[in-house]
């Protein structure tokens, strides 16, 4: 894989690190995009944030529409969250078995690059160095923004830019309800490889890997922070969260949760042809 050469006056930079484990899936939402606008204007360090949801949750991409990705009777039906997220890209099932971060630095700070495509070949690169560690090959494929081992997704991924920060979000299958998954999406094999038709046929997971075998997800947590670390060039210091972050988390979620926020994009389309008729 190529990675972007990084400055060596860059390289003994400090990060924040935060593991909040499991949190509400609106709240994590609201979380790394407060996070990202304290990031951006300077306010907290550069951030290197770990969640898992602690109830089963779709993040959608801002620009997708509902009605198109998901079956919204069976989560409703079924309690899983639908939570519109601030950055583009596909929509993904998501439940406590993944480790989902967000990678937030500074634009222009000469950390993550500024090109896309770029942006996350480089700090993917902690997937797949974490990977290695743990005894694996991966690589990253660039169609679909995911790193797959054995031919088969174990991370996906998204990115975007708020307030002069940049993010990289993305999860780590530790294992997965591939059933679940192909209830809970309409294009369950949409982001996945040409030709598969069941989710479980396209994606793949550390348990997989381990053929079964129990992992300690403390220990992955820590192979895969080394793994950023290492392709970041940055060392990381255990953080907190400031008042200030918390206090527009909580603001934020309000907005996450509202239904006029998941179907805005649904509502704008419903009112684009009705104003055709």
């Known amino acids: 894989m190529h990675r972007p050469s990084i400055p060596a006056e860059v390289k003994q930079m400090t990060w924040r690190f935060i593991d909040t484990d499991k949190i509400d ?86 950390i993550i690059p500024s090109s896309i495509e770029d942006a996350y070949s480089h700090v993917l690169g902690g997937v797949t160095t974490a990977l290695e560690s743990l005894g694996f090959e991966s690589e990253f494929e660039p169609t679909r923004s995911s790193i797959n081992s054995r031919g088969r997704k174990i991370s996906g991924n998204a990115q975007g830019r708020i307030n002069g920060a940049v993010l990289v979000n993305g999860s780590l299958l530790l294992d997965f309800d ?15 490889t040409s030709g598969v038709q069941h989710a479980r046929d396209g994606m793949i997971t550390l348990k997989d890997l381990l053929n079964g075998e129990n992992y300690y997800i403390d220990h992955v947590k820590k192979i895969l922070k080394s793994g950023f670390e290492i392709v970041l060039g940055v060392e990381t210091k255990n953080g907190v969260l400031t008042k200030s972050e918390i206090e527009l988390s909580n603001h934020l979620v309000e907005r996450h949760r509202r239904s006029e926020w998941i179907y805005r994009m649904d509502n704008k389309r419903r009112k684009r042809l009705e104003s055709k008729k």
């Open 178 to 192: 591939f059933d679940e998954m192909d209830r809970v999406l309409k294009n369950p094999t949409k982001n996945l």
């Open 25 to 110: 899936g609106y709240y994590s939402a609201a979380l790394f995009e407060s996070t990202a606008r304290h990031v951006g204007a300077g306010e907290v360090d550069e951030t290197i944030l770990f969640w898992r949801v602690k109830s089963p949750a779709v993040y959608l991409g801002y620009h997708q529409y509902v009605e198109d990705e998901i079956c919204e009777d069976y989560c409703t039906e079924n309690g899983i969250q639908v939570i519109r997220r601030v950055l583009g890209g596909g929509c993904g099932f998501c439940d406590e078995n993944q480790i989902l971060f967000s990678i937030i630095g500074c634009e222009g700070s000469g």
